[in-house]
């Protein structure tokens, strides 16, 4: 029997969701942020951890991962870029009392600079790390954003450290969580904060849905919950100390995509809202309270 895939725990690890037979091949997955792709992996507990993490996070080599977020060209994400302006604006005011004018920000998974260019003029410096080639020339063309084609390991050897570190929706596809955030407290200043986002399976939202969740997608491979968010984090010396509701704003469009993977039979019904333009221009809040803001902060070492 396989164990936990956190080495600090190697607790017993069982199936928890089974989807039948699926012949995919993880080669033929589509990586893209936006993308339309319905196949659902195998998800697996730890007995004694309860972290949750799909059939790719065992038996995926993390260089094929990486690989695949190198070649991500994402145009569904580009056209919807004004949405995403403002769902980070939202997400800014929210955490702007992070952040001032002596600050030095790193952002792990900057993909296009959406929000790295809200960030920017409220800082003393800027960083983003995007292992997409087209995600990080898109941000220095469109944005002149410093971005680093590069993973955290690469990028922790420079020695460079930061006093804000922020991820939103990273966490979960990292190949690595555990040594993400050793590294990710390495390059963290003493009184640094890492602030993440990402959905919680404990939500009431994850836990009713269950196995259809629409978050369980194939290049989601950690599965977390506040508990278990905080039990990883400690084991690297960073300490959650406050969580927040994240509700998203998203153009109707976006969600009218979505809908229509989760529904499948009502698909000609989405199909024709889709037709209709004037609704590609609203902007829907959608909140279920399954997406949270973390804040964590480095343990002082005595
Ligand atoms: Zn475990």
Redesign the pocket.
């Known amino acids: 029997m396989k ?4 080495k ?4 017993n ?1 069982k199936l928890l969701y089974d989807y039948g037979e699926s012949n995919y091949n993880f080669n033929d997955i589509n990586f893209d942020c936006t993308t339309n792709s319905y196949l659902k992996p195998k998800i697996y507990i ?6 949750k993490f799909s059939e790719f996070a065992t038996n995926i080599p993390k260089s094929n991962v990486e690989n695949k977020y190198n070649i991500i060209v994402d145009d569904i994400y580009i056209s919807e870029i004004s949405h995403k302006e403002k769902y980070f604006l939202s997400l800014y005011k929210k955490i702007s009392h992070c952040f001032d004018k002596r600050k030095t920000v790193l952002e792990i998974g900057s993909y296009y600079g959406v929000f790295g260019n809200i960030i920017k003029p409220n800082v003393k410096s800027y960083s983003g790390l995007e292992l997409s080639a087209h995600g990080s020339d898109y941000a220095k063309n469109n944005y002149e954003l410093e971005i680093f084609n590069e993973t955290i390991k690469e990028h922790a050897k420079k020695n460079v450290k930061y006093d804000v570190i922020v991820m939103t929706d990273v966490i979960e596809h990292f190949p690595d969580p555990f040594e993400a955030l050793e590294l990710i407290e390495k390059i963290l200043n003493t009184d640094g904060l890492l602030i993440f986002t990402t959905f919680n399976m404990d939500s009431l939202y994850a836990k009713i849905t269950g196995r259809n969740y629409h978050w369980i997608l194939p290049f989601h491979l950690f599965y977390f919950s506040n508990k ?1 968010l905080k039990k990883l984090c400690l084991e690297n010396n960073l300490e959650i100390f406050k969580i927040k509701n994240d509700p998203r704003i998203v153009s109707f469009f976006y969600l009218l995509n979505k809908l229509e993977l989760i529904f499948p039979k009502f698909k000609f019904i989405f199909k024709i809202a889709k037709k209709i333009k004037i609704l590609h221009h609203i902007n829907i809040n959608v909140n279920l309270f399954d997406l949270n803001i973390y804040y964590a902060k480095k343990k002082p070492k005595f």
């Open positions: 164990t936990c895939l956190n600090k725990c190697l607790g690890i730890c007995e004694k951890c309860k972290l278990t």
